[in-house]
């Protein structure tokens, strides 16, 4: 069958910072030590993709390279799709967690458990039902892209590849992704099935806490 393998970015500065970082902003991400996107990439390298594609956000491409520079085995051209892009987080981008905690917990916590309001839609903040289909369309066409028995390899966020990977699957009871970890979408005719989420075991070192900044 089909299997789309959704890596979520590597750390950036405002990830670190506990910052919302959506799809209009973007942080850099912490290339220090480079052990991590090889350790990924590591484990990546045991399968064959027929397609790599990251959304377009910076630290989504930066990463996609990072990690395939490590492959041993020849690598599709990356290609970008912006149904991938991280939502939309408006007049909170860069703002950090404790922060909006702190002034506005009441609307953080729709926030947090993706409610639809009036006041978010204020500030900007992306539809959710919106963010998860587009997400979910452009793996489907992703999916049609490839053989029957392919596997594709595609880089995005933490809040969106969340989302997404709920309308795909059915499943609304999937926590926050780690940064560089793993997840395992198998397509199928009668449906979209979950093998693997939030995969991480190959990382060394990974902090339990880390997740999605703007879930509590």
Known sequence: MKRIFIVRHGKTQWNKENRLQGRYADSDLLTDDLTPYQQVAAYLDQYRFEAVFASPIKRAVHTA???????????????????????????????????????????????????????????????????????????????????????????????????GIKALTGNEHLLGLKNLSTSIVALRPDGAFLDVYN??????????????VSIM
Do not use: C
């Not at 587009?134 to 992703?142: G, H, L, M, N, T």
């Not at 995969?199 to 999605?212: P, S």
């Open 65 to 163: 390279q990072l990690v395939t520079d490590n492959f041993t085995q020849p690598v599709p051209d990356l290609q970008t799709a912006a149904g991938l892009a991280e939502l939309t987080f408006g007049d909170w981008e860069g703002k950090s967690k404790d922060e909006l905690v702190a002034e506005q917990p009441v609307l953080f916590r729709k926030l947090s458990q993706r409610i639809n309001t009036p006041e978010l839609d204020a500030i900007g903040i992306e539809n959710f039902t919106a963010a998860r289909q587009r997400f979910a369309q452009a793996i489907r066409a992703i999916g049609d892209q490839i053989g029957p028995d392919d596997n594709a390899l595609v880089f995005s966020h933490g809040g969106i590849s969340q989302l």
């Open 199 to 212: 995969q991480t075991a190959y990382l060394r070192g990974v902090n339990l806490n880390e997740g999605n």
